[in-house]
């Protein structure tokens, strides 16, 4: 075995499955001091937007409005999902293997919205087919919906590097796609799976303990107002089973609010 091979190997049975990262590096390089950090315009001018300035709606990004530019001329999810698929604005695209778009019934009366794609859903191109995917399915189950009768989609259509939480650039600049998605599918309820997904559609910074179980209004760029209901997500649940029962509480309103609208 080669030393690049046996390096690779290493990385791999570390848990290392990417080797790409959004900006190149040359890691020779000393890192850049503070007081250097400060002086470098193109440093101060990416921190002008990057420190979690909440709600995400004050990030105004020359990506984002070209996205949303181009998802008003989509009139079906297919124009939708082409467009997506031709957009070259975010970089996640080009270290994914797939684009991710929405999947399920383009009518369909729950619309459920996950962070990203991660490595399964990636190479099979569809949201959730997963381990939290499977749970998904299952807790869905549970209150008699069934996976292909709802619409399953994510902040970000790609995924990010080793599964890496999405910036907010990433999140803003795809998020009139998502956003086009929910007018065109219309639904009657929108259940949103953990935080990087409320606070991007709600444009808040909430926790996710303080969402979940509430139903917040959001309200589409036409004026259509649709209830919303935060749980924890599924990755999350497979990680920390005390939480389930609070997720299976969230479930049973979920449940009963279809019965009521
Ligand atoms: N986690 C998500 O948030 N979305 C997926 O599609 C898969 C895992």
């Known amino acids: 075995m080669s030393d690049i091979e046996a390096i690779v190997e290493w990385y791999l049975l570390s848990g290392v499955e990417d080797f790409c990262a959004d900006k190149p590096m040359n890691v020779l390089q000393p890192a850049e001091t503070p007081a250097a950090k400060a002086q470098n315009p193109a440093t101060v001018e990416n921190d002008a937007v990057r420190p979690a300035i909440t709600p995400l709606s004050q990030i105004n990004m020359a990506a984002s409005r070209n996205a949303e530019e181009l998802c008003q001329k989509a009139q079906t999810l297919d124009d939708l999902k082409a467009m997506v698929e031709n957009f070259d604005g975010c970089s996640l695209k080009f270290s994914a ?155 049973l309103r979920l449940k009963r609010k279809l019965e009521e609208i």
């Not at 383009?106 to 859903?121: K, T, Y």
């Open 97 to 251: 293997s797939s684009t991710v778009f929405g999947y399920g019934n383009p009518q369909a009366e729950v619309l459920i919205i996950g962070e990203a794609p991660g490595s399964d859903e990636d190479r099979l191109g569809e949201p959730f087919v997963g381990k939290s995917g499977q749970l998904l399915t299952k807790m869905l189950q549970t209150i008699g919906l069934n996976r292909h009768d709802c619409y399953i989609t994510n902040i970000l259509p790609w995924r990010p590097p080793g599964n890496r939480t999405p910036t907010d650039e990433e999140i803003v600049t795809c998020l009139p796609f998502l956003k086009r998605q929910i007018e065109l599918v219309d639904p009657k309820i929108i259940f949103i799976l953990g935080r990087s997904a409320a606070n991007a559609l709600l444009d808040n910074n909430e926790s996710i303990s303080s969402l979940r179980g509430h139903f917040i209004d959001y309200t589409t760029e036409k004026g259509k107002v649709i209830p919303t209901l935060s749980s924890f997500h599924p990755a999350y649940l497979l990680r920390t089973a005390a939480q389930k029962a609070k997720s299976w509480s969230d479930l």
